[in-house]
């Protein structure tokens, strides 16, 4: 067996000293925090402890936001550091089965599940996996709701059944002891039958790496800030601090006005090829916003690739005063699913202009806590007696790639909901009533998926003027969709030799769901809608032969 030298950095080391569950590794690129995460996953499963059969076992998921760079990036790094010979790797399905003996003669069994989150099927798998640890690689272009989802599942193998219970002899000699849950004082905590509570994971641990990502991102708010915006009180901070440790890599240089100075402090200088001059030839050709992210390891926003929609003008497009509503005009709702859901609220005038009202963007939430506890509410406060022209979802949020099994358009539309001939609730199989949403409509699948026809229909606003107007407004109160527009939603280049290229589609980042959820919205307009309730509602790509809904609650 080759061997393969591991020596944590400074930084490194921290993070493997932590007692932390969940722990996150920041920094420039190249500066080893995906080796350190990697190998910390590797050190864990050889510090679990032996079952009955002298066997470690531990199951890993390693999570990036797209299959591309999960094999090209992630899994590279993987074998570079596990080889083969000791974890040989399959990609159909991706993953990793490891297995040698160690020198007290136990062996380490480790398994790793690789999930390209850009797959519903792969959502649904990560929401049901029972697993040791959980890997996020890349963690800024993953939602938060990977967080909350990973940290509920993580130490739920090995179990007692894998061979961690006590086991006697014929003599009723107890040949192996498996290992326990002790309380503060040391004593074996005891379940209500008076056996003991058994600890089979010795350690679960959620392992998270990053280059910086932009000053509103969960990780800053969590690493700098303490907490989540969304509840910043004292024991929100308290419970994090609890759970969650950072931290953060040395910057390769220091900087004296223009000029760009050794950082003695620098990590991972000696493996890198050329050393300093690694990130010296990243200086030459490069924009400050990239040098400042990538180099330097700021927080920050990087305009690496392709706008998507490069005819947007923040100026022209976006007025001083945030838009107000057309009373006498309905609105359109669009709808992303998956783990961030999202849903866009705009107008159309009588004269085609396309108005972009709100936007409403989840960060760790389902579809059915985000309808009821964000867009329900909203809606009834600022949009009662409005009608409701269509509301438009992804066409893949009709399958069952959601949370719970079920489908985002589904829970929308209560189709999930059961009631008994007396027509009271049927709960479901834990005994929990499902609740109705009653959402007053009726969401239905957007005209197409295609992401061309998608951005031609958002696109054919943003060109056109209506009246000495442009034909595209969105409301200063939509900060992810003007971002959006500005570049983060965006083409990434292709790292390749001559001319520069870009993927076909739209990269997947925390822009994407927005911008989808705007184009479903754009789509319903394109195709038309009805002003009068007692009016079928006349779309070009398909007749659902519903009225259209009103905000009457």
Avoid at 419 to 443: A, H, K, Q, R, W
Avoid at 474 to 500: L, N
Wanted: glycine content about 10%; some cysteine; charged content about 25%.
């Amino acid at each position: 067996m080759s061997e393969i030298t591991y020596i944590a950095s400074p930084t490194g080391a921290e993070l493997h000293a932590s007692n932390k569950i969940v722990r996150g590794f920041l920094g420039p690129v190249g500066n080893g925090k995906s080796v350190t995460c990697i190998s910390e996953m590797h050190r864990l499963a050889v510090l679990q402890a032996a079952n009955c059969d002298g066997i470690r076992k531990t199951k890993w998921a390693i999570v990036r936001n797209t299959y591309d760079m999960l094999e090209t990036t992630t899994l590279a790094t993987f074998k570079q550091w596990i080889p083969d010979e000791i974890c040989g790797v399959t990609l159909k399905p991706m993953r990793g089965d490891m297995r040698y003996p160690l020198q007290d003669g136990t062996q380490v069994e480790a398994k790793f599940i690789f999930l390209a989150l850009d797959r519903p099927d792969d959502v649904k798998k990560l929401l049901s996996l029972e697993v040791t640890g959980v890997f996020m690689n890349e963690s800024r272009e993953l939602p938060y709701a990977v967080v909350k989802g990973s940290r509920e599942r993580i130490g739920r193998y090995p179990s007692v059944i894998d061979g961690y219970a006590d086991v006697y002899d014929d003599k009723g000699t107890l040949t192996y002891e498996g290992p326990k849950e002790l309380s503060s004082n040391g004593s074996v905590v005891m379940n209500s039958d008076n056996t003991p509570k058994y600890k089979p994971c010795t350690r679960k641990a959620l392992l998270m790496d990053t280059n910086p990502p932009e000053d509103d991102h969960w990780w800053y708010q969590l690493a700098e800030d303490g907490s989540l915006r969304t509840n910043t009180s004292d024991a929100a901070k308290k419970a994090v601090s609890e759970i969650f440790d950072f931290f953060r890599g040395p910057a390769p240089f220091l900087k004296n006005g223009l000029e760009y100075i050794d950082n003695p402090l620098a990590e991972n200088i000696k493996f890198l090829p050329g050393g300093y001059k690694y990130y010296r030839d990243m200086l030459a050709g490069n924009t400050d916003d990239h040098i400042n992210v990538m180099v330097m390891g700021n927080y920050g926003t990087i305009k690496d690739g392709k706008p998507v929609y490069p005819q947007y003008n923040d100026r022209l497009h976006c007025p001083d005063k945030p838009l107000g509503i057309m009373e006498d005009l309905p609105i359109g709702l669009g709808w992303d699913g998956g783990l961030t859901p999202t849903c866009i609220i705009g107008q159309q005038t009588k004269r085609g202009q396309l108005r972009v009202i709100a936007e409403l963007v989840s960060e760790d939430m389902g579809v059915r806590q985000f309808a009821r506890d964000i867009v329900k509410p909203f809606l009834q406060r600022n949009f009662y007696g409005i009608k409701i022209a269509f509301s438009y979802i992804d066409p893949a949020g009709k399958g069952r790639g959601e949370a719970e099994a079920k489908s985002a358009m589904g829970i929308l539309n209560d189709d999930y909901v059961e009631y008994d001939i007396n027509g009271d609730i049927v709960g479901n199989e834990d005994g929990d009533l499902v609740n109705p949403l009653n959402m007053g409509f009726e969401t239905v699948p957007a005209p197409t998926n295609d992401p061309t026809k998608r951005i031609d229909a958002v696109n054919s606003y943003i060109i056109k003027l209506v009246d000495g107007e442009p034909g595209y407004l969105v409301s200063k109160k939509c900060p992810m969709i003007r971002k959006g527009k500005i570049g983060g939603y965006q083409y990434k280049r292709v790292q390749v030799g001559g001319d520069e290229r870009y993927r076909d589609k739209p990269d997947k980042n925390k822009f994407s769901h927005p911008a989808d959820a705007e184009q479903y919205m754009a789509l319903g307009f394109a195709g038309g809608y009805v002003l009068d309730s007692n009016d079928d509602f006349d779309d070009d790509y398909d007749d659902y032969g519903d009225d259209v809904g009103v905000m009457g609650y």
